[in-house]
Nanobody, 123 residues
């Protein structure tokens, strides 16, 4: 079955960096666009970054532009989210998701979700 497994979350201080990984299995990874979302306590799940199936195109929510970088390695069936200059407001559970669409930003446009990884940024 299709499975996405996130890793790399943790507790860091403001200004630190962290890299999240999402390993995919059970799907032809190179045919799927991938996205990262996050959900803070009491808030809805929100789009963070997306990357096309080829990896040639990316998109970001404004609040992370210049700080976060999404990338993928189709040979390893893995998508990454490199996060730098982390802020307390980045604290959330981060989810990766797969889609057959081109760079969508809405949760319902993604077919498969991982279980999430917690990122906590202390001030």
């Amino acid at each position: 079955q299709v499975q996405l497994v996130e890793s790399g979350g943790g507790l860091v201080q403001a200004g630190d960096s962290l890299r999240l990984s999402c390993a995919a299995s059970g799907l032809t990874f190179s045919r799927y666009g991938m996205g990262w979302f996050r959900q803070a306590p009491g808030k809805e799940r929100a789009f963070v970054a997306g990357i096309s199936a080829s990896g040639m195109s990316t998109t970001y929510v404004d609040s992370v532009k210049g700080r976060f970088t999404i990338s993928r390695d189709n040979a390893k069936n893995t998508v990454y989210l490199q996060m730098a200059s982390l802020k307390p407001e980045d604290t959330a559970v981060y989810y990766c998701a797969a889609t057959r669409l081109y760079l969508p930003t809405r949760t319902y446009e993604y077919d498969t979700w991982g279980q999430g990884t917690q990122v906590t940024v202390s001030s």
